[in-house]
């Protein structure tokens, strides 16, 4: 058994196999035999077999057993006797097989003088032993070599002992005649061997043989007793370090020895191949022994491997060499673990080895090759010469354990290529070869190909012939296009043991001639039949070369304008003709939207054609093209044959609309002048020069004409100049100009001087910009005064008028400085301040300077013409605020500087972690700064670092006030909080290591108080005094209040306890107790009529008594700090003393009233107890039912369990019949899920716009702007009524990045650019790490959702959309195994605890005949608790499978009609209905009506018919239990129930066995939750693939997913220092984006993707799966208890094995080969956009103009020198937005 553990413990003598001595002695040492063990302890041995199966034991009567050796007749012991000082030697004999061994009678103990070093035997010297002895350290004589007296030794050598020990080396080893044995002698440094043979070995042998070791002679000679040297280098071992070594069968050495100098390293070293040479010291384990220890080693020669075991501990390690290798290699893995330190290690084979400890012999298994899963790790990686790879079984193992050893190999893995000539294959009667490198595989044997694609797979028969396997080619109907990769495996038995791809074609799925041609191997073109054939009989000779087929090269013209007919010549080339049939006849052109391919318009060519030029007649593109509306696009021509539209060459063409191009004559011009438009201007348009007949003159085609005659400039901006100039102004219009040379003259109507404006840019036709001129210079003004002028355009040429002029009016006018607030700040700047005036803010660049420095951060207000910006520093009073714009300035001295502020204290320096603790600032020049906030942080508390920051209470020259806030996010009590203060652009206060620090406190907690006793007298002073902990850090902020009013006089002093603490005593006095009487507003009640109040008494003393027995005189007494409150107790106010005579009325009253209650409530106690004593009997008995209910419901869920319910099997469902939606559908479900989806769709199509296309054109060109973007993004995200809810129901931020994604779809790359900008930005504002990416909180997420969306597409439509599709379909099937609940969607199958049907419904499957309303037929499976709705559905999906949900019509609209199978001769049937009040027993249970109340039996004939109110089929009578009589009724008419009754879910529990149980017993969901397991087992396999399409195309990892994980893997280098080291970051960033925002979305909405019904069933079955999903995504495990729900709970086992497969996953996507993005883009384009534009631009317009003044105002900021140029194209954009609001 592989690895498994056989363990041989000591036990007790009391066991009869078992014969100890002592039986709590150890086990010394044990011996491995062919087929026995024998296990040494002192004075006993125990011999057992292999298996370690004790047979008996016997005694030695040795007190040390040193020495053991055994053959297969005799055994040889050596030690020390009892009682005797020397060591000697027995002999025991075996006298038979059965294992009995007895003690040799004449055999005595033979003692030996000198220490027993070694002995050993030799089955060739008649199975004699051999012991090798030597002298004590101590004692004199030489070691010497003993041999009993049937082994004779010709020459008795003495080697030189002098004291030193012999150090034996080497056992005996067996050869022909005889034994070896090596020797070291330390003395003469030199490793030697002695050779001996037997006494009547042959003279001649002696003289002739030499010893063999491997073929290679070692020695020769006569074998007499001789040391004789081998070739080895001294210097390189220590000798006397040399503990043991391994002989191999080619004569090589494994010597182990220690680390001669003392340390506690084992080292293993190797000979070479011919003499034994030590090779150089190499370390290779620290195996933790000290010198002189030995630990177990052993080793053995295997497969051509040299292998070494040794022990450390209990772990069995293992190192190999090679055969020809000095090196060594560790096997990674330990080999074996016993069950304690280990000793020995000795092996009775090569694949069983044993181990011995103290108390027990165990076997292991020396390799463990299972654990190698692949053929390279087998034999490359790991290199185990025990292990090699199982080809046939694609399993690493021993030789032993391959079935099939002839292709069981160490060298080379088995793998499969495609012939040369064999890369593309194709359906029919063709031969796939395949090529086998590695071991070859056997031909007996049988193979098959499998062909797979998708989900069809097909298996072909493989024959093997030398190193090729061939097998035929299958016909594949799944392939549905020209060619596709298909991968083809090899199959032996049911194992793979091998795969290749190769093309896959189908000829008749080519349309194109140069497409079929390309693959000229199989696949032929018919020019004539336009078709292509892998076994063609075409009409005329076939085309095979794609040089030949027929091609389009070019159009004349080369444009086509929209709605003119235009005769279209088409140069082709390989145009196929037809015998006595014109071209007139055998073609026509077709003209196909690119935008939808269904609208197309056949026209007919001319006489004229021929085989080279083709001419199309009158080709119109008109309103029925969907390019109609567009400026310029595409269509395709293609020519195609008159007989069957057969194409047969095509190309696209380019179309334009004049109308739509343009509105500026100039830009109109040139279209003209630019071949091939052919556009014209008249009166007000730009039309196709044909079409025009202009009113007002001739046709307007050349640039100049338009100059004057068109010109109009529309608008300004701005509309004012600084009259000392230098400032730009932009004019707007049509036909402005065709180049820069134009003129900007401006006329004064007062005066008669003009000014020319200056550096005129001519941006367009439509836009030139210029700088203003300097009035007051040209003037000569002495002071400037404003002027309005007209502008003027001129050209100083003939060819253009001499002026054309424009009623556009501008005005010169001064700037003026108003006022400034504040008019002071600290001389370190940072004061925000607003200066106003006129004519101060202009798009030019305006400058703000105070003092000697410029303002910062300047914006403007370009209605109020106000200034806003920042000092920077400065000194002095009375500086100089200078405004400028241009060339001109504004001036004025109303500013001041002042000293910075300074703090000087801070008190107190104590809080309370509740906040609302005042601390006061002192110092000095406080008031000089507008902002001072005081920071609150930790340690590295800076002006821009820190945690929180609030503002001032009270602000005064030289003191602050503010008010701490609750500290307990910040710090802890007891630790300091760092503060700092911000003021204006003071650093000093807020520098680094410049905070004070702030001792938070602990809670305060009362010590004592005088509040026990809880009286006051009313009139006098009353005295509270109070000892509290911290009140005296805090003695300013400690207030103590009685009811609503705060003590008087309130004082406290510092004392310190018994303990030595320091608390704070305060005593205070309370209010009067009118005044807290009157702030609280007790309520005062009259006293009772049972009083007997004496008319003496007051009314003071009336109401006194009242408030004493209603409690109102008792106030609470609660000290506050801060926002911490304590309430001390209750004071309770008491009036003067009075008579005692109504003391004792009082009294007397009070006794009565007690005794009075007493009795009542002895009476209510006997009530309530008989009472109890009821409940508890009808208590009793409700137990009685719930248990009986309880034990009924778990028979009932174990009978389920036990009834083998199908899973569900592989669904086959073809490609085609699944019912996707088109892209266009998939987008707007995708982008904008709560919207009417018909709705947005029109709204995309339209061509109403509220926005005339020009301006849209500008701002859609505008968002192509990085900067203007981002920051049109930014802004909006920091509106707070961005953050709600659009029209469309859903949020602002996530319709505005729907709309973008449809704005930029056509430049995906830019699209792309901005979305990882803006996650960029989200990260870096991010606080905690993990949570990023989590929720769609802006814009940046959800385009990010719409990114994956877009370039997944087509992944999910062809790898896992199907595997999707069948999961839906098979919750479909296993829901309808059970009862389903009409109203309230509970199901007794299910996976969710929240819709489980929590009872057990009884009901039967019927198999009924059903019938469509067009006749068709199926045999459908019902269930008699079916309503008749749920049964119309089963029955019309059971027809019409995969139909899309779109298609179906409403159930309401189909009526079931019933023929019971004993009345279909006489054709009767009923109509059944879910309500019919006829037939109910009982009509106020309002229930619905099902199979079973008619009585429908299996086998029935149910038909669907459209329901018509007014013709309702005929139904014939039929007796039975319902009634034909009924009325329709619809569900809404009355509330009704199914399974569960409406009020609160009860029903009555139907039990299956004898006992009934009440039907008031209701029975918790958790009695059957069994049913979720049963469910889930049912869905595994289809779950499975599910998991598996989208984890396990590691090979096929779609572009865009690279490149996201790849961005997130670098955006952790960016984050903080203490987040950068987690190695969860980058995985939980990829599972918030992929898995959270796509596979989650698609998996738990797949009506996105399918044209389905979500039913409230299937949506509980998706979310747990959606949350096992997600579980399997996370790297924490879930911690099961039972307040778990059991929805996560269900998939609990199966989210282990995923998260496995998502780790391998996420590992397998990082190192994947980069990707471009590019490549991600190029994804993108495989899909053009299916609606319109301009729609989505409209929409993000609205939001510009919403926000528009917010935008402007952002735009300044950029520190790019576009900023001027992108606000007033902002600016001018928006002119017509007033009346615009979002959707």
């Known amino acids: 058994m592989l690895f498994g553990r056989f363990v041989l ?289 052993e080793g053995m020669t295997i497969n051509g491997g040299i292998a070494i075991f040794y022990a450390r501990g209990t772990d069995v390690f293992k190192v190999v060499f090679g055969e020809n290798d000095s090196s060594f290699r560790i096997i990674p893995k330990v080999i074996y673990t016993a069950t304690d330190d280990i000793t020995k290690i000795a092996f009775k084979d090569s694949y069983t080895g044993f181990v011995s400890t103290r108390t027990s012999v165990e076997m292991f298994t020396p390799h463990r090759c299972s654990n190698y899963t692949d053929c390279t790790e087998c034999i490359s990686t790991v290199r185990d010469p025990h292990c090699g790879w199982c080809t046939l079984e694609q399993r690493c193992s021993a030789l032993h354990e391959c079935m099939l050893p002839m292709v069981w190999t160490q060298d080379s893995c088995l793998e499969f290529s495609v012939d040369a000539n064999n890369q593309d294959i194709h359906s029919g009667d063709t031969v796939l070869h395949l090529d086998t490198t590695g071991p070859a595989l056997p031909g007996n044997e049988t193979y098959t190909c499998s062909y797979r694609y998708e989900e069809e797979v097909k298996d072909t028969p493989g024959t093997v012939q030398g190193s090729r396997l061939s097998c035929n080619v299958p016909v594949l109907a799944s392939v549905t296009q020209g060619s596709s990769s298909i991968t083809v495996a090899i199959v032996h038995g049911s194992v793979v043991i091998g795969s290749v791809d190769v093309t896959y074609h189908r000829c008749d799925f080519y349309d194109m001639c140069q497409d079929c041609s390309d693959i000229n191997k199989f696949c032929t073109w018919c020019p004539v039949e336009g078709k292509c054939s892998s076994n063609p009989n075409c009409v005329k000779s076939a085309v095979t070369d794609p040089g030949k087929c027929p091609n389009i090269t070019e159009f004349q013209p080369k444009k086509m304008p929209r709605q003119i007919g235009k005769q279209i010549k088409i140069f082709i080339q390989n145009l196929p003709g037809k015998a006595n049939v014109t071209l007139k006849d055998l073609y026509k052109c077709k003209v196909t939207s690119l935008l939808d391919p269904d609208s197309s318009q056949l026209f007919s060519i001319t006489d004229q054609s021929t085989v080279d030029t083709i001419y199309c007649s009158n080709v119109v593109i008109d309103d029925k093209f969907p390019e109609f ?259 001109g300035n504004v001036s004025r001295n109303i500013y001041s500087f002042f000293p910075d502020p300074t703090v000087e204290n801070i008190s107190p320096l104590f809080t309370l972690s509740y906040g609302g603790i005042n601390i006061t600032v002192t110092g000095s020049n406080l008031d000089v700064v507008q902002e001072a906030y005081l920071l609150i942080g930790g340690e590295d508390l800076e002006c821009e670092s820190y945690k929180m920051k609030i503002t001032s209470n009270s602000h005064n020259s030289t003191h602050l006030v503010y008010t701490l806030p609750p500290t307990d996010d910040l710090v802890q009590e007891g630790n300091e909080l760092r503060v700092a203060f911000k003021m204006d652009g003071v650093k000093d206060l807020c520098k680094k290591n410049s905070s004070k620090a702030i001792i938070i406190l602990p809670r305060p907690d009362m010590i004592s108080n005088n509040i026990k006793d809880g009286f006051c007298e009313i009139g006098k002073p009353c005295k509270i005094n109070l000892r509290m902990t911290q009140i005296h850090n805090l003695v300013s902020q400690t207030l103590v209040y009685v009811g609503d009013l705060p003590c008087e006089n309130t004082t406290i002093n510092t004392i310190k306890t018994t303990d030595d603490i320091t608390i704070g005593n305060l005593t205070c006095f309370a209010p009067p107790f009118e005044a807290i009487q009157q702030s609280s507003t007790p309520s005062v009640q009259t006293p009772s009529s049972s009083y007997d109040v004496d008319e003496e008494l007051s009314n ?147 061509n109403q716009l509220e926005v005339d296309e020009y301006h849209l054109q500008e701002f859609k060109s505008i968002l192509h702007d990085r900067h203007f973007l981002l920051t049109f993004i930014r802004v909006m995200e920091e509106q707070r009524d961005f953050q709600s809810f659009s029209n469309n129901n859903i949020p602002h931020r996530c319709e505005v990045a729907s709309y973008l994604t449809c704005a930029l779809y056509d430049v995906f790359e830019y699209y792309t650019e901005i979305l990882f900008l803006l996650l960029d930005n989200n990260l870096r504002a991010e606080k905690t790490p993990k949570l990023y990416l989590r929720s769609t909180k802006c814009i940046g997420e959800k385009l990010l959702t719409n990114w994956l969306s877009l370039t997944l597409w087509d992944y999910i439509f062809t790898v896992s959309g199907p595997a999707l599709y069948k999961l839906c379909y098979a919750i479909k099937l296993v829901v309808e195994q059970g009862p389903l609940d009409f109203v309230t969607h509970h199901a007794k199958c299910t996976l969710s605890q929240d819709r489980l049907l929590s009872e057990n419904v009884e009901y039967r499957e019927l198999h009924i005949d059903g019938e469509g309303p067009d006749g068709v037929k199926s045999r459908v499976s019902v269930l008699d608790c079916d309503t008749i709705t749920q049964v119309k559905g089963k029955i019309y999906r059971g027809i019409y499978k995969h139909q899309p949900f779109s298609q179906q019509p409403n159930l309401d609209t189909l009526s079931l009609l019933w023929t019971p199978m004993n009345a279909r001769s006489a054709g009767s049937t009923l109509e059944l209905t879910d309500v019919d009040d006829s037939i109910s027993e009982k009509p106020e249970e309002k229930k619905f009506n099902t ?179 997600m579980d399997s995504c996370s790297l924490s495990s879930m911690m099961l208890n039972t307040n778990v729900p059991a929805n996560k709970l269900v998939y609990n086992v199966e989210v282990n094995q995923y998260r496995e497969l998502v780790n391998k996953w996420y590992a397998d996507v990082q190192q994947s080969p980069k990707v471009s993005l590019q490549s991600v883009v190029r994804e993108s384009r495989l899909h053009q956009l299916p609606f319109k534009q301009s729609f989505a631009v409209l929409q993000l317009y609205k939001y510009a103009a919403k926000y528009q003044y917010s935008i402007m105002s952002a735009l300044p900021t950029s520190p790019t020198n576009q900023t001027t140029v992108l606000r007033s194209d902002f600016e001018v954009i928006m002119k017509n937005s007033a009346n615009l609001t979002t959707s």
């Open 629 to 887: 509306n567009n400026a310029e696009s595409h269509v395709k021509i293609d020519l195609v044959y008159a007989a069957n539209g057969v194409r047969i060459a095509g190309k696209q063409i380019p179309v334009y609309a004049c109308e739509l191009l343009t509105k500026d004559c100039v830009q109109c011009a040139e279209k003209f002048s630019s071949d091939p438009y052919e556009c014209g201007y008249c009166t007000d348009k730009c039309a196709y020069t044909s079409s025009l007949h202009c009113e007002s003159g001739t046709v307007i085609t050349t640039k100049k004409k338009c100059i004057g005659t068109k010109t109009a400039i529309t608008k300004v901006y701005p509309n004012w100049l600084p009259i000392n100039g230098g400032a730009n102004v932009t004019l707007y219009g049509n036909s402005l100009a065709i180049d820069n040379r134009v003129r900007v003259i401006f006329n004064f109507p007062d005066r008669t001087q003009t000014a020319e404006c200056q550096n005129v840019v001519f941006e367009n036709s439509t836009c030139l910009r210029c700088t203003g001129p300097d009035i007051m210079g040209e003037f000569k003004f002495t002071n400037p005064e404003p002027l309005s002028a007209n502008i003027t355009l001129k050209y100083n040429s003939p060819d253009y008028p001499e002026k054309y002029d424009s009623s556009a009016e501008l005005l010169f006018t001064a700037m003026d400085i108003e006022s400034i607030g504040p008019t002071f700040g600290p001389v370190s700047g940072g004061t925000e301040v607003t200066i106003n005036g006129t004519y101060l803010c202009h798009p030019s660049e305006t400058s703000v300077k105070i003092g000697n420095n410029a303002c910062r951060d300047i914006l403007c207000d370009y209605e109020t013409q106000t200034l806003n910006c920042t000092t920077d520093t400065g000194s002095g009073e009375n500086a100089t605020v200078e405004t400028r714009i241009g060339d």
């Open 9 to 297: 413990f000591i036990l007790p003598s009391a066991f009869s196999w078992f014969d100890y001595s002592v039986p709590d002695t150890n086990i010394t040492d044990f011996y491995v035999a062919s087929d026995e063990i024998y296990i040494i302890k002192p004075k006993q041995i125990t011999v057992t077999n292999t298996t370690l199966f004790p047979t008996h034991s016997f005694d030695t009567g040795m007190q040390n057993l040193s020495w053991f050796y055994y053959n297969d007749s005799s055994i040889m012991m050596c030690g020390v006797r009892e009682a005797a000082s020397n060591p000697c030697c027995f002999k025991w004999t075996r006298k038979t097989r059965a294992q009995v061994i007895a003690q040799t009678e004449a055999e005595t103990c033979a003692e030996y003088t000198h220490d027993i070093r070694y002995f050993g035997y030799t089955d060739t010297l008649r199975d004699k032993f051999f012991v090798i002895s030597q002298h004590s350290m101590n004692s004199s004589g030489s070691s010497r070599i003993l041999l009993n007296d049937d082994l004779t030794i010709e020459s008795r050598r003495k080697f030189h002992g002098q004291k030193k020990r012999l150090v034996i080396i080497a056992p005996s080893f067996t050869f022909t005649n005889h034994f070896l044995i090596a020797i070291i002698s330390p003395y003469e440094r030199d490793l030697l061997y002695i050779k001996a043979t037997a006494a009547n070995t042959d003279t001649e042998a002696q003289s002739d043989a030499a010893l063999k070791c491997g073929g290679d002679a070692i020695g020769s000679g006569a074998f007499t007793l001789r040391p004789e040297k081998l070739n080895v280098d001294s210097s390189l071992i220590n000798y006397n370090m040399i503990m043991h070594f391994v002989l191999t069968n080619s004569c090589k050495i494994c010597v182990f020895t220690e680390d001669p100098n003392g340390g506690s390293k084992a080292d293993l070293y190797l000979d070479s191949e011919k003499k034994l040479a030590i090779s150089k010291k190499s370390s290779l384990y620290d195996c933790g022994v000290s010198l002189g220890a030995m630990i177990p080693f």
């Open 1491 to 1669: 199979l079973r109340t008619y009585g429908v039996q299996d086998g029935d004939c149910l038909k669907l018919t459209m329901y018509n109110e007014y013709n309702q089929p005929s139904v014939h009578t039929i007796r039975s239990q319902a009634s034909a009589n009924s009325k329709r009724q619809t569900v809404s008419e009355i509330s009704r129930y199914h399974i569960v009754k409406n009020n609160d879910l009860e029903v009555e529990f139907k039990s299956p066995g004898p006992q009934r149980v009440p039907p008031t017993t209701k029975i918790a969901k958790e009695a059957f939750l069994n049913s979720l397991i049963k469910t889930k087992d049912q869905l595994t396999r289809v779950l499975d693939a599910l998991i598996n399409t989208i984890f396990m195309e590691s090979n096929n990892i779609p572009p865009a997913i690279k490149y996201l994980f790849d961005y997130l893997d670098g955006r952790v280098s960016i984050l903080p220092e203490k987040d950068r080291g987690d190695p969860e970051i980058a995985h939980v960033w990829k599972t918030n984006s992929l898995p959270l925002r796509f596979w989650i979305n698609i998996i738990k909405n797949p009506q996105f993707l399918f044209d389905i019904e979500k039913t409230p069933i299937l949506d509980s079955f998706l979310s747990v799966i959606g949350q096992c999903f």
């Open 1100 to 1246: 003071s003393r009336v109401k006194r008594l009242a408030t004493e027995t209603t409690k109102t005189n008792e106030f609470s007494v609660k000290v506050r700090i801060g926002q911490f409150e304590y309430e001390a107790g209750k004071l309770e106010f008491q009036g003067k003393g009075f008579n005692m005579l109504y003391v004792y009325i009082i009294g007397g009253a009070v006794v009565l009233l007690i005794i009075i209650i007493v009795m009542i409530v002895l009476k209510n106690k006997a009530d309530q107890q008989n009472k109890m004593l009821d409940m508890k009997t009808k208590h009793n008995k409700e137990l009685d039912h719930i248990e009986v209910a309880y034990t009924n419901a778990a028979k009932q869920a174990f009978l389920e369990m036990t009834i083998p319910k199908e899973k569900i099997k592989d669904i086959r469902i073809n490609v085609e019949d699944i019912p996707y939606r088109i892209y266009s559908d998939y987008l707007i479900h995708i982008m904008f899920p709560n919207v009417d989806k018909k709705k947005m769709y029109n709204n995309f199509m339209s």
